[in-house]
């Protein structure tokens, strides 16, 4: 009896450590650099960038087709490869389905409309072939300008802090929050009045009274400019058809209440590594516990 039940334990040590390698095994087909998930992201990051080829491909074509439509072709071009390459140097290049794409010496540029897609590759003059390298999908982040603005429509503190927008409504609901107004360097965004309902798009920032403004329920999305470090206590709250934040590297905190109410933030896009995004000093209740973090290297899910 106690032969077998010595033959037992040994059996169930055996069965323990099979079932160990078993689980480890199976964690690096799922999650190893050769796993599963990788390898999901490798097929989609190549059927993106087949699809941009494919897309510029067609352009060129119907570019090359245009040519020979032509009742009187351009002074100095004498065949269709040579209108196709004036074209993409120009400066609009050829519009395609979804974008426009350029060259620039060898280099031939893609950008989708919506900014959100980019592509580089090669184009050959001479057999007219496009190879495309590579690029982002709409998953990773797009590129936006930074921009310098003026007091007249800005409100800023003598401290450098960004109070308050006082300018027009922005047709395409977008604003870009500048890096310098007037001259003056501005790192920090934050409302006069910290109050978690007062962002700094209140119609009457440095008052209690009032409603929230019209540009809260008018802006859909917000550009930050690289070099303004701290997003403060309620600079963005109550922007209720705000969807989209675009940061730069250059931040290093998001304060309580930054984005609170922003009941239709969805998406945050991070000019930076997903290692970056978690060094930023981020408030509890700063409002992105919805969000999704879109980084240069992935995306941090907000259901993670």
Known sequence: MKENKGITLIALVITII????????????????????NRAESAVSKSNTATVQEEIELAIAEKTMEFYDLETRPAGVNSAKEYVAQALRSEG?????????????????????DGKTTATGTYDEATGSVSIAGG?????VPKWEDTVGTATDWTVSTEGILRSY???????????????????KIEEIKPELVNDWRSIFFEDPG???????AYNVSINEIRISNGITTIGYGAFAR?????????????????MHSFLGCTQLTTVYYNGTKEEWNKINIATGAGLQNVDIICTDGTISSKS
């Not at 969807?243 to 304060?255: A, N």
């Open 18 to 37: 099979v079932l160990l390698i078993l689980a480890g095994v199976s964690l690096r087909l799922v999650a190893g650099n050769e796993g599963i998930l």
């Open 93 to 113: 290049g050829i519009k395609t389905t979804n974008g426009t794409v350029k060259l620039n010496g060898e280099t031939i540029n893609y950008q989708s409309t």
């Open 136 to 140: 982002n999908s709409s998953s990773l």
């Open 166 to 184: 006082t300018g027009t409504m922005p047709s395409n609901g977008i604003i870009t929050v500048p890096n310098k107004i007037d001259g003056q």
């Open 207 to 213: 008052t209690v009274t009032g409603d929230y403004s």
């Open 239 to 255: 922007m209720e058809s705000l969807k989209e934040v675009k940061l730069p590297t250059s931040i290093t905190t998001i304060e």
